[in-house]
């Protein structure tokens, strides 16, 4: 009978594969080689700029990925602020946060009351995305915030209610030289694309709702 034992190389005194010394210096010799090549690659980047940052896509991960950076931005002491265009009637997670612990460091305004579907009133959905748009070019403008989230402006642009050329007419004249401004949500027209510094496309693969489970705290809120 063979025995977990008697298949462990360790356990019959052999080497495990892979950490000979032979192998360990050719990965050693690699690795250096590895690091020699990104520090020469990186001393090259000694830049510093405001950055116009999409994310998009139809996966899950926008919003969670901007409030991400909204809180390292917390963590490292940069003033920063959040617009939410769409979500602003929901009781989120992040907002509680912010706005009972850092609400120093950040500014939340929720300016949305919900999805097109939601509010069935496509005059109050302008007002609002207009109402959020003028909080966020306030908020832009201020040289003092390093960080604008505007979450889910994308989804006010698809459907017009911004104007699409206004906003990155907005970002390339008047937002200051070092400020980062985020724009979350699904289908981001394509002159804000190419317009970014940074786009990032989130893909469906796999996800609960399609199954019947609904949202949950902790994970979409």
């Not at 950040?106 to 909080?135: P, S, V």
């Not at 401004?181 to 399609?210: Q, W, Y």
Request: glycine letters at 8%; proline letters at 4%; one cysteine or more.
């Amino acid at each position: 009978m063979v025995t977990t034992n008697d298949m462990d190389p360790q356990s019959q005194g052999e080497t495990p594969l892979g950490t000979s010394e032979e192998d360990l210096a050719r990965h050693a010799a690699k690795m250096a080689k590895k690091k020699a090549a990104r520090d020469k690659i990186m001393a090259g980047k000694s830049g510093e700029k405001g950055l116009v940052i999409v994310h998009t896509g139809a996966g899950k991960g926008k919003s969670s990925s901007g409030f991400g950076m909204i809180l390292r931005c917390i963590a490292h002491e940069i003033p920063c602020a959040v617009v939410q265009f769409i979500k602003g009637a929901w009781d989120t997670g992040e907002r509680r946060l912010i706005e009972s612990h850092f609400a120093d460091l950040c500014q939340f305004h929720a300016m949305g009351e919900g999805f097109t579907w939601e509010t069935q009133d496509k005059t109050r959905d302008i007002a609002a995305a207009r109402a959020g748009w003028e909080k966020a070019k306030e908020l832009i403008r201020n040289p003092s915030i390093r960080f604008v989230l505007l979450d889910e402006i994308n989804i006010a642009l698809r459907y017009d209610y911004l104007d699409i050329d206004e906003v990155l007419a907005f970002l390339r004249d008047e937002k200051p030289p070092l400020t980062h401004v985020c724009l979350t949500g699904r289908n981001a027209k394509e002159a804000l694309i190419e317009a970014a510094d940074l786009v990032t496309e989130m893909s469906l693969v796999k996800h609960p709702f399609r199954s019947g489970v609904k949202g949950q705290p902790g994970v979409e809120f």
